[in-house]
């Protein structure tokens, strides 16, 4: 069985304050993204890589970065955490952008 | 750009019947992969279908879709909704990179 596992699971940040969301994927896949998802909204791709040590922006990258340090690894950080930026963040893997994507369980993030 | 559209931000159905989620697709590519993804309430995405292959049609649980490259479309059916069908539902393009639609919400009521 796939599994995609994220840290921490939840969240409180201050304005301002630096987070790290954490992933790690025990499924060899190549590709792993980071997304987020609004309450009552859909998943906007932030962040993607298919390769360690290199990442791609997704649709909405602006406030975020993304380090893929290994195949299993893939971490999202808000360097300067807005209130905008309150969110579940979710974390998936998949063989190439043709396989099925699995996703972790999100981390609830909230910055007040 | 490509790009992932599905009409209906809200579906609100009786239990009992037919559900047709509607997605069309933009794309540059003459081979994409199309996805169905589910989402229930206070739970991750999975996936519920996945097709590359022109006019046939592809099932799980109940659901079916073909993709239709003629028309960009990738339809989302089922012949009679369930109490447990309620769930968000995006549809997906994976060519060069993954792009997802804005979401379906389907309501099944009594």
């Not at chain 1, 932030?46 to 970065?65: L, M, Q, R």
């Not at chain 2, 933009?26 to 992969?33: E, L």
């Amino acid at each position: 069985e796939a599994a995609v596992t994220q840290s921490p699971r939840s969240k409180v940040a201050v304005t301002g304050g630096k987070v790290t969301l954490s992933c790690h994927q025990t499924n060899n896949h190549d590709y792993m993204y980071w997304y987020r998802q609004d309450t009552g909204h859909g998943l906007r791709l932030i962040h993607y890589s298919y390769v360690a040590d290199s990442t791609e922006k997704g649709d909405i990258p602006d406030g975020y970065k993304a380090s893929r340090p290994s195949q299993e690894n893939f971490s999202l950080i808000l360097e300067l955490a807005s209130l905008s930026q309150t969110a579940v963040y979710f974390c998936a893997s998949s063989v190439g952008t043709a396989g099925e994507q699995y996703f972790g369980p999100g981390t609830r993030l909230t910055v007040l | 750009g490509d790009s992932v559209t599905q009409t209906e931000g809200l579906v609100t159905l009786t239990e009992g019947l037919p559900v047709m989620l509607n997605c069309t697709y933009q794309t540059i590519y003459s081979n994409p992969f199309l996805f169905w993804y589910v989402q229930h309430l206070n739970e991750s995405p999975r996936l519920l279908l996945k097709s590359f292959t022109d006019n046939k049609r592809t099932e799980h649980q109940g659901f079916h879709a073909t993709l239709h490259k003629s028309s960009s479309s990738f339809h989302l059916q089922k012949s009679s909704a369930q109490l447990s069908d309620s769930a968000l539902y995006y549809c997906a393009l994976g060519n060069n990179r993954i792009f997802f639609g804005d979401g379906t919400q389907l309501v099944v009521k009594p």
